[in-house]
């Protein structure tokens, strides 16, 4: 689903490291979408339109550019930093970085990795869990009675934006878009009856 | 979706060969209207026989082991004879194979499975599959109906058969909804509706969505990222009077 991609920039100047990690990634999961950057540089620009929920960095970029890194680093607080080691870095500058890898490891272990730094940035866990809140459950109820987002909003005494947000949890947490198919999910879980359907 | 693996197609390569590593290229073949006994035959003899460009082939081929289309390729307006073969041909598919076999499983899933909540799965994909109708035929009938005209009027060079206020970007909406719909589906099956002893006809089920759902994505992405630029391109080619 669109909903819990992982997006990752990488920042490679060697483009046979940057496929390599790509197809590794692409391929292990259709949740990952990648890009490349060139330099560290380009990182606040490209975040001001896309969030990066990990960012595959060479360290050589950051070596004499602590401060700079810093700086970016500070404004994302939701990015993890991986360090792609292939070669001899010190100890004091890998210890920048969340995590890093080493271009011998396994992708398996890239994957893995990479999986699990991105899963502590952000809370994809909880959302993806499929408990309803009340609240949810009191506008997927008034939806399926064939209520529009305004409506459910006047009913509530909430604004239309707060309804299209439940919306969207609702989506995410049921993998379900259409109001039909949220229908049938609203029954098969008994939170309205076949009856209320049918009215 | 199925990942198939990538590889790069090109005119040399044995399309027996592509199919071992991509199953799914038989649909393409289906569709391109070419039979599945190919043979030892390449790629480049394939297209020469079948009078299909070698870049148009190449092209979906490569779209459907999972490549982005390539934008260095110009296509040329005779294509859009066999583009729209090709996606005639796709809807056949969807409507006449692909959509009566799910439905049939649903109904063989109903039978064995006598919640009321099936019946409602039911009546969901029959509007479903009822507005997928409704849009392909609208394509079926006033889209391709329309390249058509627009392509024999290219052909013979006048301006004056170009209709007035209709252009092919006034369609391209619908396929988002009918993709969602179908993840709908899917979400449902394997996460929400209960399993009583309709296990094997579910997994049938699911398999065949997702066979659906792959040729699906294919068909929208050929239809907008390559039909409608070059009808429109051909749309302007004419009212710019074919750059005289």
């Keep these: ?199 | 979706m199925v990942q198939a693996k990538k590889t790069l197609v090109l005119p040399e390569a044995r399309m027996s060969e592509l199919i071992f590593e991509n199953p799914y290229l038989m649909l393409m073949l289906e569709h391109f209207g070419i039979s599945l006994l190919i043979q030892d035959k390449t790629v480049r003899q394939l297209c020469k026989e079948h009078n299909v460009s070698e870049d148009l082939f190449l092209s979906f081929t490569n779209l459907f082991n999972g490549f982005q289309p390539s934008v260095t390729i110009t296509y040329s307006f005779t294509d859009l004879k066999i583009i729209t073969l090709f996606l005639r041909n796709t809807h056949q598919y969807y409507l006449e194979e692909k959509y009566p076999q799910i439905r049939s499983y649903i109904t063989q899933m109903f039978e064995l499975n006598d919640q009321s909540a099936m019946l409602m799965v039911e009546k969901f994909f029959d509007q479903y599959f009822a507005e997928v109708k409704e849009h392909l035929h609208y394509e079926d009938q006033i889209v391709f109906t329309y390249v058509n005209n627009l392509f024999d009027c290219f052909e013979k060079k006048q301006a004056a058969c170009l209709p007035g206020n209709y252009s092919v970007s006034d369609y391209q909406e619908h396929h988002e909804d009918i993709e969602d719909k179908l993840e709908d589906l899917k979400n449902l099956l394997l996460k929400h509706l209960p399993l009583d002893n309709d296990q094997q006809i579910r997994r049938k089920l699911l398999f065949s969505l997702f066979e659906l759902e792959y040729d699906l994505n294919i068909h929208t992405r050929i239809e907008d990222e390559i039909f409608i630029p070059l009808v429109e391109k051909m749309e302007r080619t004419i009212k710019t009077g074919y750059g005289k």
Excluded at chain 1, 169 to 196: E, F, H, M, R, W
């Design chain 1, 1 to 199: 689903m669109v909903n819990n991609n992982i997006h990752i920039v990488i920042i490679e100047p060697s483009t046979i490291i940057y496929e390599g990690l790509s197809s590794i990634l692409g391929y292990s999961d259709d949740h990952f979408s990648i890009s490349r950057l060139d330099k560290m540089d380009d990182i606040p620009n490209y975040t001001m339109r896309k969030t990066a929920d990990v960012i595959l960095i060479n360290p050589a970029q950051v070596e004499n550019n602590l401060k700079t890194y810093n700086t970016i680093r500070n404004g994302l607080s939701q990015t993890k930093w991986i360090g792609i080691i292939y070669a001899y870095f010190d100890q004091h500058l890998l210890s920048v970085f969340d995590e890093s890898i080493s271009i011998f490891d396994t992708p398996e272990s890239i994957i893995s990795l990479v999986h699990r730094t991105a899963d502590q940035s952000e809370d994809s866990e909880l959302s993806t869990q499929e408990k309803l809140t009340d609240r949810e459950v009191e506008v997927l109820k008034l939806l399926t009675a064939g209520n529009s987002n305004k409506e459910i909003a006047d009913q509530l005494n909430i604004s239309t934006h707060t309804v299209i947000s439940h919306r969207k949890n609702l989506s995410q947490k049921t993998g379900i878009k259409s109001v039909s198919g949220l229908t049938i999910y609203a029954v098969v879980k008994n939170i309205i009856t076949l009856d209320n359907f049918k009215e």
